[in-house]
């Protein structure tokens, strides 16, 4: 946002990079140096900034000039990540947020108004089903939910006050996929917003906006930090509805920490490294998941025999890292799965360097009533793998040795 080095055409230190290449742009775009002339972008550990004079401190906060005030709005660690996002996407403008449900919550809140009506995919994130029924009708802000196995039910639930279009894809937990380009014809077609959760694919794997999507939604603490170390949101797109959202984050306050930032944007700097070999080793357990007679329903969008397969190949460049299964005997099995792991790691997190499994039913979604988890497919035998980056033959080894105990 403020002071970041020009990237494209244009040059950076001196030496010209095409803006087309991903792994450049996470690479390279960067705070103006200091005048220490630092080559890693350092910690800028400050709540406020100071002014030349009077008249510079009126034309900043009448927003005349484009420079940092008070680090709730901006910073130039949290403006350099926010801004390696907005290239990766293709976005026109974001804003950084201290968790992804601030940044969920936070951009809903800003667009919405008393009234107004949500149709969201009914797979989506706990925490995103809770604002839903739980705090939105506090405002007069209802929804209504459509299958992800059947879009086509969308129109039907479009009325003359809904706004939003809001969806996960690949979803949470269950790894469906729903088909971008469908969503945003429908969104363009009856004038919504349409907003995408694009957590479990990150930039580099999927872009959103080039089908349709007006805003993009990243926890970053997850795949973009990629190491289980910080929390942190992020929400790019549309400048005007990204205007709205800075306005609405600047006076509520849950913007991101400027060391989160800078630790997240380091991450971004490997993230396609990390990606490959996440997308790799996910592959082969999805694969391997398949050959057991203990396990069913299988789901990885890579995996030939994923539902949505053929809309996967058409909007990812690989599928990630999560796969699901479901494990035959229900919760008890599913806990006892658990219990007989060795190497992984039994955590509620995702997107990190060592493989985590998690048994939704018996956790993160135990608070929903059966009839609620059926409808957002989780099973009560359904395992998510969030697969990591230690070598293939040891996660699949333990994956196996608790499978047969």
């Not at 970041?4 to 290449?21: D, K, R, V, W």
């Not at 200091?34 to 900043?60: G, N």
């Not at 479990?200 to 926890?219: C, E, M, R, W």
């Not at 789901?299 to 699901?324: C, D, S, W």
Request: proline fraction near 4%; aromatic fraction near 8%; glycine fraction near 6%.
């Amino acid at each position: 946002m403020e002071n970041l080095q020009a990237i494209g055409t244009e040059q950076i230190n001196g030496n010209a990079y095409s803006q087309e290449n991903f792994e450049t742009i996470a690479v390279r775009t960067q705070s103006e140096r200091t005048q220490f002339q630092e080559h890693s972008v350092p910690l800028f550990l400050t709540s406020s900034y100071v002014f030349e004079d009077s008249e510079d401190m009126r034309a900043s906060f009448a927003e005349e000039k484009e420079r940092n005030i008070y680090s709730r709005f901006s910073n130039p660690n949290t403006s350099e990540f926010v801004e390696k996002i907005v290239k990766m996407e293709g976005a026109e403008g974001g804003y950084a947020f201290a968790t992804g449900m601030a940044a969920v919550f936070s951009t809903l809140a800003a667009l919405l108004n008393s009234g107004d009506h949500i149709v969201a995919a009914r797979s989506i994130f706990g925490s995103t089903h809770g604002l839903f029924t739980k705090y939105f009708p506090k405002w007069n802000i209802s929804h209504s939910y459509f299958d992800v196995n059947q879009p086509e039910d969308i129109k039907a639930l479009i009325k003359p006050e809904t706004k939003v279009l809001f969806a996960e894809s690949p979803t949470n937990p269950g790894v469906d996929i729903l088909d971008l380009e469908l969503l945003g014809d429908i969104a363009r077609k009856h004038d919504l917003i349409l907003i995408i959760d694009n957590c479990f694919a990150t930039p580099y794997l999927q872009n959103p906006i080039k089908f349709g999507a007006d805003l993009v939604i990243h926890s970053a603490t997850k795949l973009i930090d990629g190491q289980g170390r910080v929390l942190g949101g992020v929400t790019v797109g549309r400048e005007d509805l990204i205007r709205e959202i800075y306005l609405f984050s600047r006076n509520t306050g849950p913007a991101l920490s400027p060391f989160n930032a800078w630790i997240l944007s380091k991450s971004l700097e490997t993230l396609p490294v990390r990606l490959e070999r996440h997308c790799e080793n996910a592959l082969k357990v999805a694969e391997f998941l398949e050959t057991l007679d203990e396990t069913e329903n299988v789901k990885y969008p890579f995996l030939r025999t994923h539902p949505q397969y053929e809309i996967a190949k058409k909007q990812m460049k690989l599928g990630g890292n999560v796969v699901a299964f479901e494990i035959k005997g229900g919760i008890e099995a599913g806990r006892r799965f658990i219990d007989n792991l060795q190497l992984c790691s039994r955590s509620a997190n995702l997107g990190d360097t060592r493989t985590i499994v998690t048994h939704p039913a018996s956790t993160t979604h135990s608070k929903l009533s059966e009839s609620e988890r059926l409808d957002a497919g989780i099973s009560d035998g359904l395992v998510r793998i969030s697969v990591g980056l230690e070598h293939i033959d040891d996660i699949i080894k333990d994956l196996k040795n608790a499978l047969n105990n």
